[in-house]
């Protein structure tokens, strides 16, 4: 009867294993949309009162203070220590039912801060429910990472582009409609998000091919890049910090509509214009604009007097564009190199997270004497694009940036056409330049007789002997799937089998194998 059970169980797993591979194959795109729900959840949570008494006009800014520095104090450090245990977390957040207890937690926590409110900010339930909204969504974060891992530079930068448009909707609903109802949506938000990624189930359970040594990125180009990220965040806090502790909720509340709809639609422009219009844009040119704009809100009170509100919004604008290319860095980096995509997002997004925790801690601090001298607040300004220069000139630049991208996206590619292939071996598969030396003859006739000899031998498939000779050409698992029709999950299969049923491990391996027995013949 345990057997039946267990033959009954195995059956139901691998008939919704298949849904969902179904699944992505009708619809590849549904699992990045994750991003906006993701995204949905923390704006509303930390820019709207829907989590809070909108009938307690008197409730003053504690309570959303404290819940951000809890929250994203214990997001930061939960993200950190997942990079630091980066196995481990890799295999929380590739478990179903990890994951979604972990967002789960991220549900109830946001229920649980809202029925504390009255309680007090200082109150124990308070204060455990807005450090746990930070736990839960530490492995959601993650997870989005898993999945945006195996695609390239471009459609990292082009689907979280397109997924921001998503957080407007339930934004705009959960604040007009009924609070009870708005909190749930929202309560709801971090497992909508999980739930979009369970058809990329598994699509990163192996490493990518033709990872590219981080020794032969610009030197050090992960950590400048990390602490580009932890002083962008710090100089976003400090100016959140500041309003916040000068400015009623509803104020707040009115900036975060303003923030939600700009962000959104400057996100949407940018997908148009770099996806449809632009074809052979480089997403690092991205980055000294993003600079220019948050310099420009910071400029804001020196320039023009007392309009801090403007300030705000054009820096919380410029930081979501901001994280925005971050997302598609620290894509390329988990997808093209040898870091563990849990260590990447973790540390990448762990420094976002406690770089706001502290700016917003000492914006919040200033607050009152930056409020009694404006001189205050135009020298903490004047500093604060300072700082953004120097790290933009000296840290973190464009060409830095730039060079990056060049060489995870060309590490086997040919710098002209970038079509994917050995060093010595033509687009066509002939080795050696497709040339016999001597006689001017092609060799692709050697190549291809080993290719089919060697499938023959190891009894693949049609399917899994086309998966071989891809391989043997050196192309990764993305143009193997698009080149295919099948989905990453399926290319990835494919290529499990191959290689279990060849005897290598690896596809330098297989290409050794199919070099040995194409010199033999």
């Not at 949309?33 to 930390?46: D, K, P, S």
């Not at 497709?434 to 089919?452: D, I, L, M, Q």
Request: glycine share 10%.
């Amino acid at each position: 009867m345990g057997k039946v059970g267990a033959k009954g169980d195995a059956r139901a797993r691998l008939s919704f294993s298949q849904l969902l591979d179904d699944l992505d194959k009708q619809w590849p795109s549904m699992k990045f949309l994750g991003f906006g729900a993701y995204y949905a959840w923390i704006f509303l949570c930390y820019n709207s009162d829907v989590l809070f008494d909108r009938a307690n006009t008197t409730m003053g800014s504690d309570p959303l203070l404290a819940m951000y520095l809890a929250s994203t104090t214990a997001l930061g450090i939960v993200l950190i220590v997942a990079g630091v245990f980066h196995r481990t977390a890799g295999r929380i957040v590739e478990s179903r039912l990890l994951v979604v207890s972990m967002a789960g937690v991220a549900t109830l926590s946001t229920l649980l801060v809202s029925w504390s409110v009255p309680l007090g900010p200082q109150s124990l339930p308070y204060i455990a429910g807005c450090a746990l909204t930070g736990v839960g969504p530490a492995s959601v974060a993650l997870r989005l990472g898993s999945v945006y891992r195996p695609v390239d530079a471009r459609p990292a930068f082009m689907y979280p582009a397109g997924s921001l448009l998503f957080p407007g909707l339930p934004h705009f609903v959960c604040i007009g409609i009924p609070r009870s109802a708005g909190l749930l949506l929202t309560a709801s938000l971090p497992l909508v998000a999980v739930a979009f990624t369970m058809a990329a189930a598994r699509g990163h359970a192996e490493p990518v091919e033709d990872v590219v040594p981080m020794s032969e990125l610009p030197r050090g180009y992960f950590m400048r890049l990390v602490v580009a990220v932890s002083v962008f965040s710090v100089i976003a806090g400090v100016i959140k910090g500041f309003m916040v502790l000068q400015q009623p909720p509803s104020a707040v509340v009115g900036q975060g509509v303003i923030i939600v709809f700009a962000t959104g639609c400057v996100a949407v422009l940018l997908f148009v214009f770099v996806g449809l219009l632009v074809r052979e844009f480089d997403i690092s040119q991205l980055y000294y604009p993003i600079i220019i704009l948050t310099c420009l809100g910071n400029l804001v009170v020196p320039l023009f007097g007392g309009l801090g509100v403007i300030q705000n919004e054009l820096v919380s604008i410029a930081y979501n564009l901001f994280i925005l290319m971050v997302w598609c860095l620290l894509a390329n980096v988990a997808n093209r190199t040898d870091l563990s995509y849990t260590r990447v997002f973790g540390w990448g997004r762990g420094a976002s997270a406690a770089g706001t925790t502290v700016g917003w801690f000492t914006g919040s601090s200033l607050a009152p004497m930056l409020a009694e001298n404006p001189n205050n607040m135009v020298a903490l300004a004047m500093g604060m694009v300072f700082v953004l220069l120097m790290v933009s000139m000296v840290i973190l630049n464009e060409r830095t940036i730039g060079s990056a991208l060049k060489k995870t996206r060309n590490a086997r590619t040919n710098q002209a056409t970038g079509d994917f292939f050995p060093n010595d071996m033509t687009r066509d598969g002939a080795p050696g330049g497709g040339v016999a030396p001597g006689n001017g003859a092609p060799r692709e006739g050697t190549w291809t007789k080993s290719c089919n000899a060697l499938a023959e031998q190891a009894g693949l498939s049609t399917r899994e002997r086309d998966v071989l000779f891809l391989l043997g050409k050196g192309r990764t698992i993305e143009f193997i799937a698009n080149d295919l029709g099948i989905s990453f999950n399926t290319a990835k299969s494919h290529i499990r089998n191959v290689y279990t049923k060849v005897g290598v491990h690896s596809k330098q391996e297989l290409q050794s194998l199919i070099d040995e027995r194409r010199d033999a013949s």
